[in-house]
Structure formats: C-alpha cells, structure tokens
C-alpha cells in the first residue's frame, strides 16, 4: 500500500519488470491495480552482472535463454542446451561419447595463448570451467593406455540437472562483462537456478526413460558378399588399364578369409563397436512451497545413459538441491541460503584406444573374436597379418573410471536502510573433486598390444572455492528519470590441489592397485593458490524510458599475474536510444513496435593463463 498525490483526472501509470504496464485515470475511489505478467520478450528479466534489467533497456550485448528451451531438449551438460540458440556462441564436444566435455567460445577465439573458456557463474558460484582442471593431468594421458579418457578432461557441469536450471544468460560485450574485468574477456555465463513456488506444499515427481541408437552408420559387406568380392580380386588379379587379366593364386597367407576362417561366420563390425542400443534413465522428485516471508524449494535427480559404443560405457549422476527464502513482514531485511551436492560417475568410452575403432572397424566379417575352445582369436597360426585384423575384445578387460563431486553452498542477506537504498552481502563456497583410475591388467595385452605392460593410473583432483562480495546499490527517482547505483567488492581465495600416480608392471594384475609394488612407481603433485580481490561500480541513467546510458569501473587484483602487472583498471560506457518511444515515431507503431539504437565501448582482461607463469 503507498499514497501518490495526484490530481483528480491525471494518469498513473504503473509498470515492473516483466509485468504489463497499467495506465489508471485518478478518480474518487481508491484504486487497487493488478499487474498481469508480460509475455512480451523485450520485458523479459534478464540477469546481468550483479543485478538484472530487460531487453527494453539494456545497453550491452545479453543473450538468455529460459527453462522451457532447456527441458525441450534432452542433454546431459547444460551447455549443450545452447547449441544453436544464442547468435555468436559456438558449443561444441571435444569428443565423442556421453559425458565428454564441451567447449564454450562467445564470439569466437579471443586469444592466442591464453585460455578461451568464459567465467561460468551458478547462483553466485564461480565453477571451475576448465574441463582439464579435473582430469588431465600427465598420469591421464601416458601413451601405454591410449585415449582411455577424454583427453580434454571433464567438466563439472555435467553433475549439474538440466532441469533445475531457470535461466542462462550470456554477457557477450565489454559493457556487458567489464563489471568482471579480468575475467570477461571470454565471456560470461550466469546460470540461474529455479526458486521456491509459492503456495501449499507442491510435490511433483517426473520420470522417463529412452533409447538412443546411432544412425548413418556405414552399411557393411555380408560374408557372403565379401567372400564373393575378395574371389572376384584375386581372378582379376593384376590387371591394369594397359594388361590383361593375371589371376593371383590365393594362399593361407594373403588370403587366411578365404582359405582357413569359416565361411559363414557373421560379425558387422560397425555395429557391435559404434551402433549399441543405449538406454537412457531419468527421475526428478521437487518439492516446494511457503508464503512470499517464507518458502523453500528441495529437490533430487538420478540420471544415468549409456553410450552406443561397445563395453557400454555410461555416465550416472545423482542430485540434491535445497533453498530457503525469508523476508521479514516491513519486507526491508531478506536472506536467501541454498545448497547443491552432486556426484557423477563416468565408464569412458573407448573410442581410441590403440587405435581400436580404425583397425577392428575393418575386419574381415567372417574373423571371429573367440576360437572353439572359448579363447581370444588373435588369428595366431591362421594367416595372421600384423594390422590387418584386430581383436578388440581385450579392451574390455580394461578399467576406465571417473567419479567427480560437486558442492555449491551460496548465502545472501540484504537489508534496505532507507528506501531505494539497500546493502547486501554474498557468501558462497564451491568445492569440485574427482577421483580418476584407469587400470590395464594383463588380460588387457596380446600380441596386438605386446609392448604395452600391465599399469594403472590414479589421479585425484580437488578444487575449491571462497567468494565474498558485499554491495551497496541505491535506486532514485528524480523526475521522469530514473538512476541506479551499485558499489561493491570482491575477495575471491581458490585453491587446487592434484596427485598423479602410475604403478608400473608389478608382476601381477592383484597389485595393479597396491601404490608400493609398481616396478617402478612413479608420482607427481602440485598444489595452486589463487588471491583475487577488487573494487568495483557501476551507475544506469533511464530518462523517460528513451534516453539509457549505462557507465561500469573495476579495479581487480589477482597473484596470477607478477608484481608489476598485479592490479588492472577495467571500464566500459554503454548508451542506448529506443527510437520507437519518440513522438514522431509513435504513428509508426503499427509498422514498428520497438526499436532501439545502443553502442557500447569498454575494456576487458583474461586472467584464464597458468598459474606462476610470470616466474618463467
């Protein structure tokens, strides 16, 4: 309830964000407004640097995409839900296979030797969003086992539920991002996870389950097609444009397929290595309700799909989120806590281990993986060619296995002093983890892979995270004018921390896990500290809702960076003009609705380098 002095006859005109604009003439009666929500695009909130505005009145570069274009698509990282929805953002898989990681370039490569991954914001949280962080180090990629894994690593974002997720929006431009400065340059992702519904306590329960299956796969020779087209080569023999036929005489050497293997023996290769039927499995439980002093949302997931590749490699995650909302009843003081924990584990799909898939692909269909007696066929004694057929069945005594934890815990509580003016802090701690093994045991070598010994790898990774930023905004109406203020700082400490370990040849495959019996063992550690702290401000000017200029400062201060180029100013200044509220324009409505002129300038720094490379 408020008062407006105003004279009997004038126009009130009440708006919102992401509401429709209600305009009431002031009569006698006491007037009770409703505001209905917008579906108008242009009033849609949009989330920027440590606030929110629309499309009507941004003056940088924002692209958001909602929660209903993320549940229509069925994807296991939530970057994927980006793919060919927001103009100048590339997404792409490093590598085949469920659970790989995913590159993420805003508006293409924006350095040379530098790192391109944008900063990736969850509610307030700063994730980790370089895959190789968690699982690449040197142990991950000795040349004995193969690209067992995903060479890139994985990403953390994968132990995130699609469905969970409210908004995403992507700052692309300098005024958009330069409120981050030394962290904008790539970009940046803010993602916005759903709140509480108000009401009685609502349960809602979804499940669903699927199968996938590869397509276009290369359609393969039957055995006897094969048989026929191997007979015909070898009675045509020779033959060039200028010769005549000259028939090569088939022996168990260069013809073991047609001479010593069974002729009606069937394997499509194709199929069995790439083209697996894979089920996929998904069910989420949410919880949610209160009043608008006090309400809380609670959710969990399990998910898990496999992969069409052979061995049925997966990835399975598992869920738990909670937030709790309260304001007080005079709606000055508001605290927000939530938590998410998450785990995923991953079997990595073999998709080039020793060069498996390109050898075995091309195996004659009549080789068949197994003798009579039920051992491996390595067609030892039966014209074997080295590199002409491969047994991949080895493969699958391999053990490649990735679980990675996941922690956000996020705090805010503000208070408004006076009207307009309000003091918030946040609080938020992350924690990522994983935990890598890749053992090849003696079951694993043959005379295909007889150089390679029996090993195993261990690496684990841990990544954590402490940001507090207090703020101060303000907000003034002065005439047909409104300004917007925001002061604020950040204190940001990370820390990392990695162990490798490589058992080499122990004598047997019982030791494969025993540290101490490798022959030889051997192991590499390090641990990183990141200090982060700065200032930083912004002010927005909106006359008349025409006329928007928008002015952003930071100052950061990171120990990556030497003691001479430690600290770095950061600014941008954006205006916009929406031409279509202009009185000449207005009789042009009916033709154009909306248009709007902005431009931006400002500058942006990339601290995405390795850590104690100025010592270098």
């Known amino acids: 309830n408020f008062i407006v002095n105003a004279a009997k006859g004038s126009t009130l005109i009440f708006s919102f964000v992401g509401y429709q604009k209600v305009e009431i003439v002031v009569g006698e009666e006491l007037i009770r407004v409703i505001l209905k929500g917008s579906s108008n695009l242009l009033d849609e909130v949009q989330v920027v640097g440590y606030g929110t505005t629309t499309r009507r009145n941004n003056t940088g570069s924002v692209s958001s995409v909602k929660s209903k274009q993320i549940e229509s698509r069925p994807v296991t990282n939530i970057m994927q839900a980006l793919q060919g929805q927001v103009p100048g953002v590339s997404i792409t898989n490093f590598s085949p296979g469920v659970g790989s990681p995913v590159q993420v370039l805003i508006r293409g490569v924006n350095s040379i030797t530098s790192g391109t991954n944008p900063l990736i914001i969850v509610d307030g949280v700063i994730i980790n969003s370089t895959p190789g962080d968690l699982i690449a180090s040197t142990e991950t990629k000795n040349s004995g086992s193969g690209a067992n894994t995903y060479q890139q690593g994985n990403n953390v974002l994968n132990s995130i539920n699609p469905n969970d997720i409210e908004s995403i929006d992507i700052l692309k431009d300098a005024d958009a991002t330069a409120i981050y400065g030394s962290r904008g340059t790539n970009g940046v992702v803010l993602i916005t996870t759903k709140k509480a519904s108000l009401g009685k306590t609502k349960v809602t329960v979804s499940a669903s389950t699927g199968m996938q299956s590869p397509t276009g796969l290369t359609k393969r020779l039957n055995t006897p097609e094969y048989l026929k087209l191997r007979q015909d080569a070898f009675a045509t023999g020779n033959m060039t444009a200028t010769s005549v036929i000259n028939p090569i005489t088939p022996t168990t050497q260069n013809a073991p397929d047609l001479l010593l293997w069974s002729q009606t023996a069937f394997t499509d290769y194709t199929k069995f290595e790439v083209g697996n039927p894979a089920p996929t499995y998904n069910i989420d439980v949410k919880i949610t309700g209160g009043t608008k002093h006090f309400n809380f949302i609670s959710s ?33 003081f508001k605290m927000s806590l939530s938590a998410v924990l998450g785990t995923e584990r991953q079997k990595f799909t073999n998709t080039n281990m020793f060069n ?54 996020n705090g805010e509580i503000s208070y408004e002093f006076i009207k307009g003016l309000v003091a918030k802090i946040i609080v938020n701690y992350g924690i990522q983890s994983n935990r890598y093994r890749n ?50 700082a950040t204190f940001l400490n990370k820390e990392q921390e990695r162990t490798g370990i490589t058992v080499n040849n122990p004598g047997s495959d019982d030791l ?93 720094g990339n601290d995405n380098i390795a850590d104690y490379i100025y010592l270098s």
């Not at 997931?301 to 309260?326: A, T, V, W």
């Not at 080789?367 to 060619?385: Q, R, V």
């Not at 202009?582 to 909306?594: D, Q």
Request: net charge positive.
């Open 300 to 332: 969990g997931s399990y998910f898990k799909i496999y992969d069409s590749y052979m061995f049925k490699p997966y990835q399975e995650r598992i869920l738990g989120r909670l937030q709790i909302n309260h304001m007080s009843e005079n709606e000055k």
């Open 356 to 409: 498996v898939l390109a050898q075995s692909m091309v195996n004659a269909p009549n080789f068949e993986m197994y003798n009579p007696d039920g051992t491996l066929n390595f067609a030892s004694g039966k014209g074997y060619i080295t590199g002409q057929y491969y047994n991949p069945m080895p493969m699958k005594n391999i053990d490649s296995y990735s679980n990675t934890g996941n922690i956000i815990l």
């Open 439 to 488: 053992i090849f045991p003696s079951t694993a070598t043959s005379v295909q892979t007889s150089s390679v010994l029996p090993n195993a790898q261990f690496t684990t990774n841990f990544y954590s995270s402490l940001n507090i930023e207090p703020m101060l905004s303000y907000t003034k109406q002065i005439s047909k004018g409104t300004i917007t203020a925001l002061a604020g």
């Open 512 to 604: 494969l896990y025993s540290y101490s019996s490798g022959n030889p063992t051997t192991a590499s550690s390090n641990r990183l500290y990141t200090r982060f702290s700065s200032v930083f401000g912004r002010v927005n000017f909106n006359w008349d809702r025409k006329y928007i200029a928008n002015l952003t400062f930071r100052r950061d201060g990171s120990s990556k960076f030497g003691t001479n180029n430690r600290f770095a100013n950061f600014s941008s200044a954006g205006i916009a003009w929406i031409i279509t509220e202009e009185p000449f324009l207005k009789a042009l409505k009916s033709v154009l609705n909306y248009g709007k002129l902005r431009g931006s300038f400002g500058t942006t």
